[in-house]
């Protein structure tokens, strides 16, 4: 089998439109969560997101491919640019065939669906954009980057709703592992920071109305998101070959069900996947330096994570440091795994942990070194990113320094 | 407590516990009763629809959430006061 690695990353979100400007966010803590900005936003009950600001379209795409390009298509495409940008890679190295693309999202062009249903129900026209399907597909996105770099492998979208960057960049590992293909582009998008999006999930009554604290005891809710990340995976061989930087190694990966409860977590579906990521990775619960949590900051998440990891590594989960950064950039819903895996890039290369922000009082249900509001300097050799959906499907990579 | 109320919210409890409303007394718990938490927020959704109200409730605190749902008259006297709070002149 073969090692893979990741040798480009590229993110927009609401704390920068690219990686320097994201892990310098997570050094310092900063908060992207503010008052949402859209359309009839004042008919919405909580009115606070992590929104991508200043998003400039025009300035990444002519006109004539914008006009089939929903937002979660262009976040996708601005973050695999720069991805492949830092991997070196003007196009796809090699052969072809043996390249792909995997990307995760849940609501796929959800803004296009939003815009669709308005001009036809509120609005009572009986006519929408001619390209409103090719806008709205799910595997939009990833069929946009195999065209963009002339991918002609294996591509698809997973939706595993909050899990799905992590099911597409471990497939993907998993792909590349088996020499089902050489390299790929790997990660997650979302945008359904609109009306009839967020309208969605107000029904569900688990978003808070004042922030997202995860872990902490005063904690309230969830926190919507927009944003994607990719990230350039290949053969470590045919990084090594071509001189290529190598950000971090994708070191194992496992994916579990609940079966349980189709939104209500289960800390043993998730422990059986941090157990099984170690496993697959060949690494000891003692090796793992830090953990990107999946911390929602819901009440029923937090409380079961903890458990899950406690249950997973032991001991080694009285010292291991577990952070969520969706305090600072929201819960990206299906992106949101692909802009945490940042955080542990940042972990292993740089040995700065990003903090838990908003963080107030301690809750001892959640009684983890949680790296409360200030991020800390620590080398870490190895990491893992978790990510729990709704639907009982989880998704835990493990990745360390080459 | 009105009559009225009582009933309407009992019958939405009773169809979302799968109950005929004959079996739902007022001093039973959502607990006793069989309702989970998407139970509960689908009969919450059901009280706004039917009173033509917005019940403030926040899954990840319910105790906090200034809606008694201790049992099933705290929601039936809840609402009563929701309802007179919104609409004094109907009361």
């Not at chain 1, 509120?122 to 806008?135: C, M, Q, Y």
């Not at chain 1, 059986?272 to 929602?296: C, Q």
């Not at chain 1, 949680?370 to 050799?381: C, D, E, F, M, S």
């Not at chain 2, 607990?31 to 926040?58: H, M, T």
């Amino acid at each position: 089998m073969r090692r893979v690695v990741i040798t480009g990353a590229g993110t927009v979100n609401a704390l920068a439109q690219d990686v320097p400007g994201t892990l310098k966010a997570f050094a310092e803590g900063r908060c992207g969560i503010g008052p949402l900005d859209f359309p009839d936003v004042e008919r919405l009950s909580v009115r606070i997101g992590a929104q991508v600001r200043d998003w400039t379209p025009e300035a990444h795409f002519e006109r004539a491919q914008l006009t089939l390009l929903d937002p979660f298509a262009q976040l996708a495409l601005v973050a695999a640019r720069e991805a492949m940008a830092q991997a070196g890679l003007g196009k796809s190295p090699g052969a072809p065939e043996r390249w792909g693309a995997v990307m995760g999202t849940a609501g796929g062009g959800n803004s296009t669906v939003n815009d669709a249903f308005r001009t036809v129900f509120a609005e009572g026209k009986n006519r929408v954009h001619p390209l409103t399907v090719p806008r709205l597909m799910n595997n939009a996105a990833a069929s946009h980057l195999s065209m963009e770099w002339g991918l002609m492998g294996p591509s698809f979208s997973v939706a595993t709703a909050c899990a799905s960057s992590n099911h597409a960049i471990g497939l993907a590992f998993q792909m590349i592992r088996s020499g089902m293909a050489d390299g790929m582009l790997a990660g997650g998008s979302e945008s359904m920071l609109n009306f009839g999006g967020l309208k969605a999930w107000e029904g569900l009554r688990v978003m808070s109305p004042d922030g997202c604290r995860p872990f902490c005891a005063t904690r309230n809710g969830m926190v919507q998101g927009e944003g994607a990340g990719v990230f350039v995976l290949e053969s470590y061989e045919s990084a090594s070959a071509r001189g290529a930087e190598i950000l971090a190694e994708v070191r194992g990966f496992a994916m579990t069900s609940d079966a349980g409860d189709i939104v209500a977590p289960s800390a043993e579906g998730a422990a059986r996947a941090i157990s099984g990521a170690l496993a697959d990775a060949g690494l000891a619960a003692d090796e793992i330096g830090y953990i990107n949590a999946h911390g929602t900051g819901t009440s029923a998440n937090d409380r079961t994570e903890c458990a899950a990891i406690h249950a997973a590594l032991g001991a080694s989960a009285e010292r291991v440091m577990v952070s969520s950064t969706k305090a600072m950039h929201g819960h990206c819903i299906g992106g949101t795994g692909a802009v945490e895996l940042l955080a542990c890039l940042m972990a292993l290369r740089d040995g700065i942990i990003a903090p838990t922000i908003n963080h107030v009082q301690a809750d001892p249900d959640c009684a983890l070194d949680i790296v409360p509001n200030t991020a800390r300097q620590v080398p870490v050799r190895a990491a893992l990113s978790n990510a729990f959906a709704f639907g009982g499907l989880n998704a835990v990579l493990a990745l360390s320094k080459v | 407590m009105r009559p009225d109320v009582q009933d309407q919210i009992i019958s939405i409890i009773a169809r979302e516990a799968i109950l005929e409303p004959a079996a739902v007394h007022p001093d039973m718990t959502l607990d006793e009763l069989g309702l989970d938490s998407l139970g509960l927020v689908e009969v919450i959704f059901a009280i706004e629809e039917a009173f033509d109200i917005s019940v403030p409730f926040n899954a990840n605190e319910p105790s906090q959430s200034h809606f008694d749902i201790s049992s099933v008259g705290a929601i039936v006297r809840a609402v009563e006061r929701m309802i007179a709070g919104q609409a004094p002149a109907a009361a």
